[in-house]
């Protein structure tokens, strides 16, 4: 069994809030433009864009540091499959 310090909890916390927050707003921004027919701008599809490409990040990138240690090594050693040369 592995236990895990204050820190590496806080951190798992920290980054879950960030990917709520992330989202959350990001779909905001992307709501705004397409529902509300001034918001349709050149400008502001560049920034639809960048809220798109946040949310991939949000969704793909940032869990990675939430599940950091929760698939390390007991031993904290890489381990080959035997047989495996």
Known sequence: MVLFSI????????????????????????????????????????????????IVIGLFMLPRHVFNHAFDHPTGKYQPVPGSR
């Open 7 to 54: 820190a590496d909890i806080l951190l798992s916390v920290l980054f879950s809030f960030l990917i709520v927050i992330d989202i959350t707003g990001n779909v905001l921004v992307c709501l705004v433009v397409y529902r509300s027919k001034q918001m349709r701008r050149p400008m502001n599809y560049l920034l639809v864009n960048l809220a798109a490409a946040d």
